[in-house]
């Protein structure tokens, strides 16, 4: 139904700065959460940022506050992730997802639609 594709992932120096995007085709409307989710080597699939589509409300995780924001051109239907002041632990394989409906704080498995995944790598 809804096809996402990110990009704009690569290799940075640690205190960089880097833009994902994420571009949706297919069935889409405005209603429905947009979020960023991240995944390194051996662990588990971590929530980054989510934005409501209609309204941008945002919300961010811990590790990533101050340092990330989320934003979004409807007519373009393509999310951005600004990611500055990069640290080698961000390092990881991210992935833009897509949820029918308003919820922020929704989870990896509660996401209906994926993306491919970009890798960005944060050397030292």
């Known amino acids: 139904q809804v096809q996402l594709v990110e990009s704009g992932g690569g290799l940075v120096q640690a205190g960089g700065s880097l833009r994902l995007s994420c571009a949706a085709s297919g069935r889409t409307s405005s209603s429905y959460t947009m979020g960023w989710f991240r995944q390194a080597p051996g662990k588990e699939r971590e929530f980054v940022a989510a934005?409501?589509?209609?309204?941008?409300?945002?919300h961010f995780a811990d590790s990533v506050k101050g340092r990330f924001t989320i934003s979004r051109v409807n007519v373009k239907n393509t999310m951005y992730l600004q990611m500055n002041s990069l640290k080698p632990e961000d390092t990881a394989v991210y992935y833009c997802?897509?949820?029918?409906?308003?919820?922020?704080?929704?989870?990896?498995?509660?996401?209906?639609?994926w993306g491919q995944g970009t890798q960005v790598t944060v050397s030292s």
């Open positions: 997802a897509a949820l029918y409906g308003y919820s922020l704080y929704a989870t990896a498995a509660e996401y209906d639609y």
């Open positions: 934005i409501n589509w209609n309204g941008g409300s945002t």
